[in-house]
């Protein structure tokens, strides 16, 4: 029964993030912003900002916090950690699917629930799509988690490795070495 | 066997066999009232006669630490971390007690409202601990009302933290020092756990940080704040990547990782300990209560017995926690590096030829629909590299002011990025880089000084100096970063032989000076900042026939200034800046100028080591006084410092100021 929900949670992420897609990027409101500092992106974006100007760098986040619409106590909800995770290591995904690997890049095929074996295809793949899945300077890390998504789909090497299974049962908290039961 | 022995078996496998409905199903009904779980009075009675309050596990849990007058108390703040009120700050054993009877807290109307978590939910590493030292698993006595029996609740909004969590190793991770913000200068601590996956990706596992709960942006409040312990301190979790980001990037910090020893349960036990902490605050001092000092209260929970934080007194630096934890036999497992974005850049860098250098920033730096850089005849591996050093560039000038890119950056990015893609070539890692220094492998950082020399007027003198914090560029650069001196706490005594007079040398509330140094990629600025007292020795105080001669030398002041700084020379060991300075002073050594003066000028340096036991130091500095005391101030120094074995060293120095001269000597210790 849970698993079904984490699924239809899953799905409803890429369902609302094209939606938001369609209206430009920004929608997703699960950034570093966010994962700092709560919901209240406009002022703690500033401050966030402003760490680089060398002022304090104050964390109002901790445990005591209640839910936002992307954390509780800290922990990245499960049915949006690929997207939080794309929105904050944006910049290194990208640049890790242009050289044909690296952890960044390992780490969220993990959480797309793609096999160990199967991370050198998987690599390769994002090198060779690049283009089609980031088709502009507009794409943005939804773009990116969709059209990784979309690849993974339509390669007959990876549509089997890489599981929304195997990342709900990681979710969960189980070994994703374990084969599932069902 | 004997008979009696066969009959004895038997009997006994019969009451084991008997007990074991109640084993398998704690708290539900039984099949008689034998399996009952146990009432509040038979518990309260079993905990005090096994002394539970005294143990050191209970100790732990609720952060009591020995008073002075041989009491206890906690150091847990906020008044939600105790069952028995005010008296559970200070007695163990009511707080045992009071919690005991809270676990038998009849169950809540809604487990999911985290205003109304039920005990047993708030204080899980309590309670899985009384549950273990006072057996409530097993059997318990006959008779006691449902009403009174412990019945485990369900906990359903831990259980979905625990299992986003999902704790099974722990690691301790150090952010080297960040000069460029008060909270990071002198490093940080933080926990990552791992998943229980084994998986083996770091980045997707969670951090435990301590840290203060700032609601200012003001430096001047933070300080003031930070050292009377008036931030409420506070654990956070977060993803690793998170952090990552944080330090990696955006403060080009580079992050070691240290892999403790500790089992499964010990990592568990810490992860709820960390949950309870959430009804309580921990006043946040930034010189002994800081962050690395709450890590070690909760690695003392992990393994209670670990005695980490009773090595400190008062005075916790990050990287000293480091050193003790290192010092526990078995503790670390292995260690890691994670090199900053910045750290990464330099070292892509270094490995280019000239031309390859010149086409990375072509890539950067021409409009983004110039014609790409040519690199005819070059290798695609060697591209690769071009590339890489390049985005490292783009990225870094471009900066983390901003969430959103400029148009700009994101135009070069693409370009670049698509032509790295192009190449089809794999990953170019490069090792993490020899320079950056593990920071255990840096000296300890108490440091004195017993020492001696000679002046021009009033003659020899012995001097003794002790240093609170941190590191100065004569010090053993092993662990620390070779651009920086920062100095907290620093006082130096003299005895004049002449005068047989006792007489304060110098004192440094605050000392320094950050030479980042510039190259073609990096345009950092260096600054400088120093308050403390000194003598004013280019007025002439020590000449025989002064009016100024001993204490009255003396002046309080400050000083701020900027500039640039570079590296050169053989594998770039020698550091220079100059920086620009204002000043300002007062005391009875400008008795001839209203007793102050208020003055502009600069100041150069050159900084730099033959070997790893010898440094040297050459400085000048001018000030031009405005007002006040309006004589100018000529002062120049060449110091240099050889080790001697493990923890000392001896410095030469010889000073002058306007026509005052000295040459001394001293044996630096560090402890």
Redesign the interface.
């Known amino acids: 029964m849970r698993k079904l929900t984490l699924l239809f949670a899953l799905v409803g992420v890429l369902f609302t993030a094209k939606a938001a897609n369609a209206q430009g990027y920004?929608m997703a409101g699960c950034?570093?912003?966010a994962?700092?500092f709560g919901n209240d992106n406009t002022v703690m974006?500033q401050?966030?900002?402003?760490?680089?100007?060398?002022?304090?760098?104050?964390?109002?986040?901790?445990?005591?916090s209640?839910?936002s619409n992307c954390?509780?106590?800290?922990?990245?909800?499960?049915e949006r950690e690929q997207a939080?995770?794309a929105e904050?290591?944006f910049?290194?995904l990208?640049?890790?699917?242009?050289?044909?690997?690296?952890?960044?890049l390992?780490?969220f095929s993990?959480?797309l629930g793609c096999e160990?074996s199967a991370k050198p295809v998987f690599f390769k793949m994002t090198?060779?799509k690049?283009?089609s899945i980031?088709p502009?300077?507009?794409s943005g890390p939804i773009d990116l988690v969709v059209g990784v998504k979309t690849q993974i789909k339509s390669d007959a090497r990876l549509k089997n490795a890489c599981t929304d299974e195997r990342a709900i049962a990681?979710?969960?908290?189980?070994?994703?070495?374990v084969a599932l039961s069902h | 066997m004997d008979r009696r022995g066969s009959v004895f078996v038997v009997v006994w496998a019969a009451l084991w066999l008997a007990a074991l409905p109640s084993r398998a199903a704690p708290g539900a009904p039984g099949p008689g009232p034998a399996v009952a779980p146990p009432t509040l009075p038979t518990l309260l009675q079993r905990a005090r006669s096994i002394r539970l309050p005294e143990t050191r596990d209970w100790q732990v849990l609720l952060h009591y630490r020995r008073t002075r007058f041989g009491g206890w108390k906690s150091e847990a703040d906020g008044p939600g971390f105790f069952f028995a009120g005010e008296a559970g700050k200070t007695s163990p054993a009511a707080e045992l007690e009071a919690t005991l009877a809270a676990f038998f807290q009849p169950a809540v109307a809604d487990p999911l409202n985290?205003q109304t978590m039920h005990p047993q939910c708030r204080f899980p590493a309590r309670y899985a601990w009384l549950k273990r030292e006072l057996a409530i698993d097993g059997p318990g006595e006959g008779g006691a009302p449902a009403a009174a029996q412990l019945i485990d609740q369900p906990c359903p909004?831990l259980d979905?933290?625990?299992?986003?969590?999902?704790a099974e190793a722990v690691t301790l991770v150090y952010a080297t020092a960040f000069l460029?913000?008060?909270?990071?200068m002198y490093g940080h601590t933080f926990l990552r756990v791992s998943?229980?996956?084994?998986?083996g990706?770091?980045?997707?596992d969670?951090v435990i940080?301590f840290?203060?709960?700032?609601?200012?942006?003001n430096?001047l409040v933070?300080a003031v704040r930070g050292l009377t312990g008036s931030f409420p301190g506070?654990?956070?979790?977060?993803?690793y990547?998170?952090k990552v980001?944080?330090y990696s990037?955006?403060?080009s910090r580079d992050l070691w990782e240290y892999e403790l020893s500790f089992s499964r349960e010990q990592v568990q036990r810490m992860v709820l300990h960390?949950?309870e902490?959430?009804?309580t605050y921990f006043d946040y001092f930034f010189f002994d209560e800081n962050c690395s000092y709450e890590l070690l209260t909760l690695l003392e929970v992990a393994d209670p017995s670990l005695h980490l934080v009773e090595r400190f007194g008062g005075r916790v630096v990050p990287a000293d926690t480091i050193r003790v934890v290192l010092d526990q036999p078995g503790l670390v497992r292995h260690r890691a590096a994670r090199p900053s974005l910045a750290s990464t850049m330099t070292e892509r860098k270094a490995r280019l030829d000239w031309r390859e250098v010149r086409a990375a920033e072509a890539w950067v730096d021409q409009p983004a629909d110039a014609a790409p850089p040519d690199l005819t005849g070059v290798s695609a591996a060697r591209q690769?590299h071009v590339l890489?050093a390049a985005?490292d560039y783009l990225?870094y000038r471009e900066?983390?002011?901003?969430?959103?890119p400029s148009?700009d950056f994101?135009?070069h990015?693409?370009r670049?990025?698509?032509a790295?893609?192009r190449l089809?070539?794999?990953?170019?890692e490069i090792a993490a880089r020899s320079a950056i220094d593990a920071p255990e492998r840096g000296h300890a950082t108490l440091r004195l000084a017993v020492g001696g020399g000679f002046s021009d007027a009033p003659g020899s003198f012995e001097t003794l100096s002790i240093r609170g914090t941190l590191h100065d560029f004569l010090d053993p650069s092993g662990g620390y970063s070779d651009n920086a001196h920062l100095e907290m706490g620093h006082l130096r005594g003299r005895f004049d032989n002449q005068s047989r007079r006792l007489r304060l040398d110098r004192v440094d509330l605050l000392h320094i000076v950050s030479a980042e140094p510039v190259d073609r990629w990096v345009h950092s600025i260096s600054w400088k900042a120093w308050l403390g007292a000194e003598n004013a020795r280019e007025l002439g105080c020590e000449r025989r026939d002064s009016d100024r001669r001993g204490w009255r030398c003396l002046y309080a002041g400050g000083t701020v200034g900027g500039g640039v700084a570079a590296r050169f020379g053989p594998q770039r060991r020698l550091l220079t800046f100059a920086l620009g300075e204002s000043d300002a002073g007062a005391g009875p050594a400008f008795a001839a100028g209203d007793n102050f003066r208020v003055g502009v000028g600069g100041e150069g340096g050159l900084i730099g080591d033959a070997g790893p036991l010898w440094r040297f130091q050459i400085g000048a500095r001018y000030i031009y006084y405005l007002l006040g005391e309006t004589r100018p101030s000529f002062r120049t120094t060449v110091a240099q410092s050889f080790g001697i074995g493990r923890g000392l060293a001896l410095r030469f120095s010889v000073e002058t100021a306007n026509t005052y001269a000295q040459a001394s000597t001293e044996l630096v210790g560090y402890f």
């Open positions: 920004g950034g570093l912003g994962l700092l974006m401050i966030l900002a402003s760490t680089t100007n060398n002022i304090l760098f104050p964390q109002t986040f901790p445990i005591t209640g839910t954390t509780a106590g800290g922990v990245v909800k499960a939080a995770f904050v290591n910049q290194d990208k640049r890790n699917m242009a050289s044909g690997g690296g952890e960044f390992a780490s993990t959480l160990d090198q060779d690049l283009e980031l502009s300077t507009k990681r979710a969960e908290g189980k070994p994703m070495k | 985290p909004l979905t933290w625990r299992t986003g969590i999902s460029n913000s008060p909270a990071s998943r229980a996956t084994g998986e990706n770091p980045l997707l969670y940080n840290a203060a709960d700032v609601d200012t942006r430096g933070y506070r654990f956070f979790v977060m993803p990547y998170v980001q944080e990037n955006m403060e960390a949950w902490t959430r009804t690769a890489d985005y990225r900066g983390f002011k901003s969430a959103e148009d994101k135009k990015e693409r670049l990025l698509l790295r893609g089809g070539v794999p990953p170019q």
